[in-house]
Nanobody, 135 residues
Framework: EVQFVESGGDLVQAGGSLRLSCTAS????????IGWFRQAPGKEREGVSCLRYSDNATTYAPSVRGRFSITGDKAKKTVYLQMNSLKPEDSAVYFC????????????????????????????WGKGTQVTVAS
């Protein structure tokens, strides 16, 4: 069973930075992609970023491109989301998920880059960490 533990969420002022962590168990990183999502109250879920471990390919939603950066540490089975220049509209619960087959990984990468909801590509989900950006 794949499980995730997300951490790093906090209250921060606009313009500040946070680094979120997602640690997985029961997952073979080489074969999968890990994505970060966010969902704010009353809003649709949004795919924020995706990392494909086989070649370190990454994609970002247009809303965060240039401000967020996703990286992975295979030894620690952890994926990080570095968030800079935070805005109040970045406030949400952030959670990570795994896409566990090559077709799903491709869908995840493409839909994330398009700014849509790539949820259908993912099969395992974490419970999330709260990020609040004060204006």
């Amino acid at each position: 069973e794949v499980q995730f533990v997300e951490s790093g969420g906090d209250l921060v002022q606009a313009g500040g930075s946070l680094r979120l962590s997602c640690t997985a168990s029961g997952l073979t990183f080489d074969d999968y992609a890990i994505g970060w999502f966010r969902q704010a109250p009353g809003k649709e879920r949004e795919g924020v970023s995706c990392l494909r471990y086989s070649d370190n390919a990454t994609t970002y939603a247009p809303s965060v491109r240039g401000r967020f950066s996703i990286t992975g540490d295979k030894a620690k089975k952890t994926v990080y989301l570095q968030m800079n220049s935070l805005k109040p509209e970045d406030s949400a619960v952030y959670f990570c998920a795994a896409a566990q087959s090559p077709p799903r990984v491709r869908i995840a990468l493409i839909k994330t880059a398009q700014g849509g909801d790539p949820s259908s590509a993912y099969e395992s989900w974490g419970k999330g960490t709260q990020v609040t950006v004060a204006s």
